[in-house]
């Protein structure tokens, strides 16, 4: 079985993904995994990405769909496996089409893990962090808060915010997610693929609805 995870930030995605490899007995396939990877084994496509991060640019899109491409002609993924953060965008889907189409492979189900945005942005920015480096204990304002307000349970330490964290940036984030994932939602819809799960609820639930779309 080959499966795209999509999700927006916050949606409990990487949960999920990790519920799923267990249960499916599938590798995951996360495009960071993937670059590290490549860099490390210093393959062709992996050499050429190099390249770029070196010079703190992004890596254009031929060169990820490179690197994909190698990985999904290694012997290990012959019985499926689960991509999670490829592809981001339309131009990528395709390209992982024709990838498939040529090794007389197609993609099986799409799963969308569904949050609205409002409840995003209440997850994100609850966030809080302990400063204390020997610590690093996390909590979260509305669903795990620490027993003193602002205070770490575990160090004392001074809890806060992480600029990434505040609600202004996450509306950023959340905006470029849904410019490049409305047209994926709409491609793999199309072609019948598209499996919406609702992304609320305990995590347990959540995993039941997605085991019943994959059947």
């Known amino acids: 079985m080959r499966i795209v995870l999509l999700g927006g930030p916050g949606s409990g995605k ?3 993904a990790k519920k799923l490899v267990e249960r499916l007995k599938i590798p995951q396939i996360s495009t960071g995994d993937i670059f590290r990877a490549a860099l490390q084994e210093g393959t062709p ?3 050429k990405a190099k390249t770029y991060m070196d010079k703190g640019e992004l890596v254009p899109d031929d060169v990820v769909i490179g690197v994909i491409e190698e990985r999904l002609a290694k012997p290990d993924l012959e019985k499926g496996y689960m991509l999670d953060g490829f592809p981001r965008t339309l ?5 992982l089409d024709r990838i498939l189409a040529a090794q007389s492979k197609f993609i099986d189900h799409a799963v969308l893990v569904d949050v609205p945005d409002e409840e995003l942005v209440v997850r994100l920015s609850g966030r ?16 795990n808060p620490p027993k003193q307000k602002g205070i770490c349970d575990v160090c004392g330490g001074e809890l806060y915010q992480r600029d990434d964290d505040k609600e202004a940036t996450i509306r950023e984030r ?8 409305a047209p994926l939602i709409d491609y793999y819809e199309k072609k019948g ?3 919406r799960v609702a992304g609320l609820g305990p995590i ?7 085991e019943k779309v994959l059947g």
Do not use: S
């Open 174 to 181: 959340l905006g470029v997610y849904n410019q490049q994932t």
């Open 14 to 16: 990487g949960t999920q």
């Open 204 to 210: 347990d639930e959540i995993f039941a609805r997605i």
């Open 128 to 143: 809080r962090t302990c400063p204390n480096a020997a610590c690093g204990a996390m909590y979260h304002a509305k669903f």
């Open 45 to 47: 496509m992996g050499l």
């Open 193 to 195: 693929l598209l499996r």
């Open 91 to 95: 131009g990528q889907a395709e390209a």
